[in-house]
Antibody, heavy 118, light 106 residues
């Protein structure tokens, strides 16, 4: 059973870059035809899809965040990562990683809270 | 981009009631529509995929229907453990979520 776990700093200063890593266990990140996605959720609000990376390395990003987002994969560590630059308080949220099977987000991490504050 | 709307944004119902949530897409998405349940402090859980297919292990009181632009999610008999927020999600192109419907017990 595949499992995902987010990790990274819980506090980021405004204007800096938010960096998170998702570690995948129970299967190889490079096997199968999957996208590896990031989704976020501000407190009390809905889910916002941030972007995804395919096993081939190709990426898709939410147009509203595209200029600030980079998603990458490290197959040797079975991890994929999110970088979000120039953060503001509006980027404070719980960040989830998930495996996307052709649009079905079945496997999710537990989520990690990132607060943007000085 | 495809925009998703959901209604109502919240509802209160009694145990045993039939609960219906609607989701509308801004353009035809065929049946590329999923429904998720999210309980407080937890990650979302896929309940229905491809508009009407029940994910393995999900109780049969949950169901979905629709195609094109209009979709419906139904709980046939609301149970206390169904208290959650429900999201539709389209994947015709990129996977965008609807705004969610919060379901409470009256």
């Amino acid at each position: 059973q595949v499992q995902l776990q987010e990790s990274g700093p819980g506090l980021v200063k405004p204007s800096q870059t938010l960096s998170l890593t998702c570690t995948v266990s129970g299967g190889s990140i490079s096997s199968g035809s999957y996208y590896w996605s990031w989704i976020r959720q501000p407190a009390g609000k809905g889910l916002e899809w941030i972007g995804r990376i395919y096993t081939s390395g190709s990426t898709n990003y939410n147009p509203s965040l595209k200029s600030r987002v980079t998603i990458s994969v490290d197959t040797s560590k079975n991890q994929f990562s999110l970088k979000l630059s120039s953060v503001t308080a509006a980027d404070t949220a719980v960040y989830y990683c998930a495996r996307d099977s052709s649009g079905w987000l079945i496997h999710w991490g537990q989520g990690t809270l990132v607060t943007v504050s000085s | 981009d495809i925009q998703m709307t959901q209604s109502p944004s919240s509802l209160s119902a009694s145990v045993g009631d039939r609960v219906t949530i609607t989701c509308q897409a801004s353009q035809d998405i065929s049946n590329y529509l999923n429904w998720y349940q999210q309980k407080p402090g937890k990650a979302p859980k896929l309940l229905i995929y491809d508009a009407s297919n029940l994910e393995t292990g999900v109780p049969s009181r949950f169901s979905g229907s629709g195609s094109g632009t209009d979709f419906t999610f139904t709980i046939s008999s609301l149970q206390p453990e169904d208290i959650a927020t429900y999201y539709c999600q389209q994947y015709d192109n990129l996977p965008y979520f609807g705004p969610g419907t919060k379901v409470d017990i009256k």
